[in-house]
């Protein structure tokens, strides 16, 4: 069973930064492209960023690039989103997905986490 935990959330002033981290287990996570999708309230899933399998290759949507870094440990089974220059336009669940996406648009995933709460607010 896939399973996909995210952790690192909290609030964050403007400017500030965080950095998500994302516990996968039950599939070979090494050689797996993986993403992060956002979700705010009272909007559907936006994808933020993907990775390729290992790490060679990352994409990011529009609204983030410059300012999220996405990576991954494969030995240690753990993706992460480093989150800078944090907006209150980026106030959202933030959820680690099995999958890869290459531009902004529509993203199904394959498996997705509960998410994690990023609340960006002075």
């Known amino acids: 069973e896939v399973q996909l935990v995210e952790s690192g959330g909290g609030l964050v002033q403007p400017g500030g930064s965080l950095r998500l981290s994302c516990a996968a287990s039950g599939f070979t996570f090494g050689g797996s492209g993986m993403s992060w999708v956002r979700q705010a309230p009272g909007k559907g899933p936006e994808w933020v960023s993907s990775i390729t399998g290992y790490g060679h290759s990352t994409y990011y949507a529009d609204s983030v690039k410059g300012r999220f870094t996405i990576s991954r440990d494969n030995a240690k089974n753990t993706l992460y989103l480093q989150m800078n220059s944090l907006k209150p336009e980026d106030t959202a669940v933030y959820i680690c997905?099995?999958?890869?996406?290459?531009?902004?648009?529509?993203?199904?995933?394959?498996?997705r986490g509960q998410g994690t709460q990023v609340t960006v607010s002075s």
């Open positions: 997905a099995l999958g890869i996406n290459y531009r902004d648009g529509t993203f199904t995933p394959t498996s």
